[in-house]
């Protein structure tokens, strides 16, 4: 079977793609990865079939439009959706200039939710079967604990529905620029967000969760399926850093980094994460990320680059970190507690849920990080609060197969 994997987005948008391609080729398939340019040497690496998008996430995320999105949004939703339109309408040709000669060469299309328009024209025209995948929960529902904003987190209620068809709608508006663009590029007339809200529709769709974080709703209807999380393996030829090896050999160390959340404050939030290691008595590992975070503060600071998940989690005593799926999960599955510094987007949910299982401490919002929270939430850290919980959560996590699920379920789609 010949699977095309069209995903649009940051590392935590094409990981989990990358970890998926590989599961399907261990099936048998011939998987290839449409993505940003900077990640050829991702996929690639892993043996997977590699298409450019025709642009660098990376410069995308350090441009004007890409800071005040990742680093200027925390305050107001109508700025977030504002500045995510702003970005996704600069890069519109450039996706649909990569992804519109692909049409009829997959037997199976797997899309992200943000392109799930997109591909469900080009598999019209093309043919093959489609499938979506979401890495945080998009559905409506009435179920508190599966929305992405809830009115009524801890219930059940017709408002959490109502809600999510709101913010479905919304998200719809944002992401159909990119679906226009190409089927204009197909021949076809613009749907605008009505296209969009009928291909997730008709769409059947993954949730690459664990249902121990995000149990199946009722009223979903089996529409996502909830497969478990889809981790990469870490690079085997990975040597970490004799610094970093002794740093954390010496004494229980935290992590705190915001991965690609890039921000015009690194300086001062460098200061702020230092001051707090500082007060908690608690060493900090600082991984740079996108927004290129430092700290002159050598004694209780070891900034760090780019480390595997994986590698690092089991080794540190929590994780403070923005709260994209990914991060979260990895943490997660490490067993240790999390702290979330929500940006944008599905952050916050995955903040209240990392609270809500007892994993971790009550996150907070960009805009209201500061040195009492971070000192709070590392001295919890050195207490060992939320140890045991977590230590269990990621004993049934690593238990887990999503990959393995969401490979028999994308056969059985094409069966």
């Given at each position: 079977?010949?699977?095309?994997?069209?995903?649009?987005?940051?590392?935590?948008?094409?990981?989990?793609?990358?970890?998926?391609?590989?599961?399907?080729?261990?099936?048998?398939h011939?998987?290839?990865i449409?993505a940003?340019?900077?990640?050829?040497?991702?996929?690639?690496?892993?043996?997977?079939?590699?298409?450019?998008?025709?642009?660098?996430?990376?410069?995308l995320?350090?441009s004007?439009?890409?800071?005040?999105?990742?680093?200027?949004?925390?305050?107001?939703?109508w700025?977030?959706?504002?500045?995510m339109?702003?970005?996704?309408?600069?890069?519109?040709?450039?996706?649909?200039?990569?992804?519109?000669?692909?049409?009829?060469?997959?037997?199976?299309?797997?899309?992200?939710?943000?392109?799930?328009?997109?591909?469900?024209?080009?598999?019209?025209?093309?043919?093959?079967?489609?499938?979506?995948?979401?890495?945080?929960?998009?559905?409506?529902?009435?179920?508190?604990?599966?929305?992405?904003?809830?009115?009524l987190?801890?219930?059940s209620?017709?408002?959490?529905?109502?809600?999510?068809?709101?913010?479905?709608?919304?998200?719809?508006?944002?992401?159909?620029?990119?679906?226009?663009?190409?089927?204009?590029?197909?021949?076809l007339?613009?749907?605008g967000?009505?296209?969009?809200?009928?291909?997730?529709?008709?769409?059947?769709?993954?949730?690459?969760?664990?249902?121990?974080v995000v149990?199946p709703?009722p009223?979903?209807?089996?529409?996502?399926?909830?497969?478990?999380?889809?981790?990469?393996?870490?690079?085997?030829?990975?040597?970490?850093?004799?610094?970093?090896?002794?740093?954390l050999g010496?004494?229980r160390?935290?992590?705190?980094?915001?991965?690609?959340?890039?921000t015009?404050?690194?300086?001062p939030l460098?200061?702020?994460?230092?001051?707090?290691?500082?007060?908690?008595?608690?060493?900090?590992v600082l991984?740079?990320?996108?927004?290129?975070?430092e700290?002159?503060?050598?004694?209780?600071?070891?900034?760090?680059?780019?480390?595997?998940?994986?590698?690092?989690?089991?080794?540190?005593?929590?994780?403070?970190?923005?709260?994209?799926a990914?991060?979260?999960?990895?943490?997660?599955?490490?067993?240790?507690?999390?702290?979330?510094?929500?940006?944008?987007?599905?952050?916050?949910?995955?903040?209240?849920?990392?609270?809500?299982?007892?994993?971790?401490?009550?996150?907070?919002?960009?805009?209201?990080?500061?040195?009492?929270?971070?000192?709070?939430?590392?001295?919890?850290?050195?207490?060992?609060?939320?140890?045991?919980?977590?230590?269990?959560?990621?004993?049934?996590?690593?238990?887990?197969?999503?990959?393995?699920?969401?490979?028999?379920?994308?056969?059985?789609?094409?069966?």
């Amino acid at each position: 079977m010949r699977v095309n994997v069209i995903a649009a987005g940051s590392r935590g948008d094409v990981q989990p793609m990358v970890a998926l391609g590989v599961g399907l080729q261990r099936a048998g398939h011939t998987v290839t990865i449409c993505a940003g340019d900077d990640f050829e040497p991702l996929v690639t690496s892993h043996g997977v079939g590699f298409v450019p998008a025709g642009l660098r996430i990376d410069e995308l995320i350090a441009s004007e439009l890409g800071v005040a999105w990742l680093g200027e949004s925390s305050r107001s939703p109508w700025h977030e959706l504002a500045a995510m339109r702003r970005l996704v309408e600069s890069t519109v040709e450039g996706y649909a200039g990569a992804w519109v000669p692909l049409v009829g060469s997959a037997d199976l299309w797997v899309s992200g939710f943000l392109t799930v328009h997109a591909v469900d024209a080009m598999v019209a025209v093309g043919g093959g079967r489609h499938v979506t995948t979401e890495f945080a929960p998009m559905r409506p529902t009435r179920e508190g604990w599966a929305g992405l904003q809830p009115p009524l987190p801890r219930r059940s209620s017709v408002a959490n529905r109502v809600a999510g068809q709101a913010l479905l709608r919304t998200v719809a508006s944002v992401i159909a620029v990119a679906g226009d663009e190409a089927r204009v590029e197909m021949g076809l007339p613009r749907t605008g967000r009505r296209g969009v809200l009928d291909a997730v529709r008709r769409t059947p769709a993954l949730l690459a969760a664990s249902p121990t974080v995000v149990p199946p709703a009722p009223d979903w209807e089996g529409n996502p399926a909830v497969t478990g999380y889809w981790f990469l393996d870490d690079d085997p030829g990975f040597v970490p850093d004799a610094r970093l090896v002794s740093w954390l050999g010496e004494e229980r160390t935290a992590y705190v980094g915001f991965g690609s959340m890039s921000t015009r404050e690194a300086r001062p939030l460098g200061e702020l994460v230092a001051r707090a290691a500082r007060a908690a008595g608690v060493r900090v590992v600082l991984h740079s990320g996108s927004a290129g975070l430092e700290s002159h503060d050598h004694e209780w600071v070891q900034a760090v680059g780019a480390v595997p998940h994986g590698w690092l989690f089991p080794r540190v005593s929590g994780a403070v970190h923005h709260g994209g799926a990914g991060t979260t999960a990895a943490a997660l599955r490490a067993g240790v507690p999390q702290a979330v510094v929500a940006h944008i987007g599905d952050q916050p949910f995955w903040g209240r849920r990392v609270w809500e299982l007892g994993v971790g401490a009550r996150p907070v919002r960009r805009h209201a990080l500061s040195v009492e929270w971070l000192t709070e939430v590392l001295r919890g850290f050195a207490r060992g609060e939320g140890a045991e919980r977590a230590r269990l959560v990621g004993n049934g996590i690593r238990r887990e197969d999503g990959v393995g699920r969401a490979v028999e379920l994308l056969t059985t789609c094409v069966a």
